[in-house]
Nanobody, 126 residues
Framework: QLQLVESGGGSAQANGSVTLSCKMS????????MGWFRQALGKEREGVAA????????LYADGVKDRSRISRNNRANTMSLELSSLKPEDTATYYC???????????????????WGQGTRVTVSS
């Protein structure tokens, strides 16, 4: 059974940075697209970034495109998201997700993803 566990959340200052990590248990990590989503209080879950099984393709939401980087380590079954130039509006619970998706993903759509972590909270103060 696929399990995803996020880590790295916490409190941060505006203009600072945070690195979130996700570890997947189970086999065949390298066949899954991996993604990060976030949900702020009272708002819908939104896609932040996604990365292809090989790591060759990356997708980013417009709001984080120039200040984030997603990466993965297929040997360690881990994925990371570095988010810099933090803003108070980055405050949210961040979720790691896995998708068995054939082809090249064109958008970071939650409906593509089958497995989800429990989330890690990031709070950005000004």
């Amino acid at each position: 059974q696929l399990q995803l566990v996020e880590s790295g959340g916490g409190s941060a200052q505006a203009n600072g940075s945070v690195t979130l990590s996700c570890k997947m248990s189970g086999d065949r990590f390298n066949i899954f697209w991996m993604g990060w989503f976030r949900q702020a209080l009272g708002k819908e879950r939104e896609g932040v970034a996604a990365i292809s099984p090989s790591g060759a393709s990356e997708l980013y939401a417009d709001g984080v495109k120039d200040r984030s980087r997603i990466s993965r380590n297929n040997r360690a079954n881990t994925m990371s998201l570095e988010l810099s130039s933090l803003k108070p509006e980055d405050t949210a619970t961040y979720y790691c997700a896995a998708a068995y998706y054939v082809g090249v993903m064109q958008d970071i759509d939650a409906t593509h993803f089958e497995a989800w972590g429990q989330g890690t909270r990031v709070t950005v103060s000004s």
